[in-house]
């Protein structure tokens, strides 16, 4: 059975479980805010790409208003709960300022991975943290590693986040990620060489020749 649910278009994608904090300055979405504070209502973030609001997208919850500024403008801190389609898209929600939608919820299946992918993920995430010298503590524990805690952390594009969002199962995102860093990482290690070899040149090196 399809559920009417508010909606807030953004140009990010939300992922289940993610803590998010908005600046709410619209007065469309102004009124969202203060129907989730006022009757504990949800809403739904579906990513706006390309010129276009996508299908897919995540619940949030209302946890805190953490700010309230003299021109109405809010800050509040948001958590993802879970992921929904959009079947029917309306501009205006009824009798609201905000856009709107009836949706289905996404049955998610397998929320526990493959422990072993998550350590070479763990490894993978490491290195390249390492070498973009990112100031992001990585994951240690891979029994607990969910990969939705990490994707806006391993170079995905907007699009191929959304695509993230839109795989059913962990063992399918986890291949998702380790193929999308094993790619990556080859093309991060090269850039760092070239930017080496760049500040060498005019140094004096002291090279041992070959021998013939």
Not at 82 to 100: D, M, S, T
Not at 102 to 108: A, M, P, R
Not at 136 to 156: M, N, R, S, Y
């Amino acid at each position: 059975m399809n559920e009417m649910l508010p909606l807030f278009p953004l140009q990010l994608v939300a992922f289940p479980g993610e803590s998010l904090n908005l600046h709410i300055f619209e007065p469309r979405y102004r009124q969202l805010a203060k129907e989730c504070e006022e009757e504990g209502a949800t809403f739904g973030i579906p990513a706006f790409i390309n010129g276009k609001v996508m299908e897919v997208g995540t619940e949030m919850r209302l946890l805190s208003v953490e700010k309230r500024h003299p021109n109405g403008e809010v800050d509040i801190k948001t958590e993802g709960i879970r992921p929904f389609r959009i079947e029917q898209f309306f501009r205006q929600a009824p009798g609201k300022l905000y856009a709107g939608a009836q949706v289905d919820w996404l049955e998610y299946t397998s929320t526990q991975g493959d422990v072993a992918v998550n350590m070479q993920l763990i490894e993978l995430i490491g290195e390249l943290f390492t070498l973009l010298k990112i100031d992001k503590p990585v994951p240690e524990d891979a029994a607990i590693l969910q990969t939705f805690e990490v994707a806006h952390h391993v170079g995905f594009s907007i699009e191929q986040e959304y695509q993230f969002l839109c795989i059913p199962n962990e063992f399918s995102r986890q291949e998702y990620m380790r193929a999308h860093l094993e790619k990556m990482l080859p093309v991060v290690r090269e850039m760092n060489n070239l930017q080496e070899r760049a500040r060498m040149n005019g140094h004096f090196k002291h090279l041992k020749p070959p021998k013939f």
